[in-house]
């Protein structure tokens, strides 16, 4: 657990209903840009004996803290992939669906086939966990490309969801900097270290 | 004109047709980190005399050099306007309309009004300047908001193109970190510093 991600979501995370954690004035909106650096730095030390040579993520959101972790891994190439499926898409590209449960859609994510070139070693990071559909989508792709993927890094996980499960049950490297276990009352309630 | 931006374009980038410049391999979809840590480095510096409070920038590919450049700004806070208009937008956010000359379609970009307070000295930062309509509506958003426009940072501009002329013009502070001003047979022209 990262302290200054808990102390910002302590100070500033807003937890709605029982499943919606708000921490848009810091992670993904409005960007702290020190915390961003920071997190970045953390993923990277959690990553620095695997051999990283990619940093993989998903628009727009993950870019932030994707950049910063590259920086710390020593400028390592980052790629994002995009979403939608634009109208000149050719074979060129790897495509994953990936469903939103927040806005009840199936999203189309791509990357360019010469971004991913087989056998490199990827870090997949992203903002957010939830249900762990982004990253399945993400790990499509590196399966797809022929890579290998060393870990997956996240800033904040909803732990009452079921990606960081299907994660950690799937034996792969997974490294949260900070895990939500419930809301209570508007109050984000965080898993100790 | 910035030496290893203009290297890295010459290298790299792809002249297709006789308005497309795809630079995606560096700037858009795989980012050079440490070229996007530079082209951050050049935009503060041009920037530094300007006090500025807050980067701003539009969501996706704006967020990397958005980031970088409030990093040598001395970690300013990034905020990064979405687009489209989630059917949960209420009264809180500020929009502008932004059409889209690639996609034709006309698109919202949204900020939370929250995070552009009234009198903040921002800086608009943004990976390509066209036909200038994303930067025309972040400027909306910072009027909006009653905050104060410092400038206006681009990594690349396509002089050939009206956004650099209409920026020009209305005498706001405006540095793009290269220039194209023609493909020419697919190769890419530059204009000289």
Known sequence: MMEALRKAIE???????????KVDSFLNHRIDVALSTEMGRALAEAFAEDGVELVL????????VGL?????????PLVFAKKGTPLNVGPNVYTANVYSFTKQVMNTIRVDRSYLPEGTR?????????NGEAVEGLRSLVEQAGCTLVGVGICVEKGFQQGGQRLRASGVKYVPLAVV????NGKIVLREA
Chains 1, 2 share one sequence.
């Open 11 to 21: 100070a500033q995370g807003v937890g709605i209903g029982d499943s919606i954690v």
């Open 57 to 64: 993520t998903a628009e727009a959101s993950g870019i932030a």
């Open 68 to 76: 910063t972790t590259a920086q710390a891994l020593g400028n390592v």
């Open 122 to 130: 990827v870090l997949i990071v992203d903002d957010f966990l939830a």
């Open 181 to 184: 276990d419930a809301i209570e």
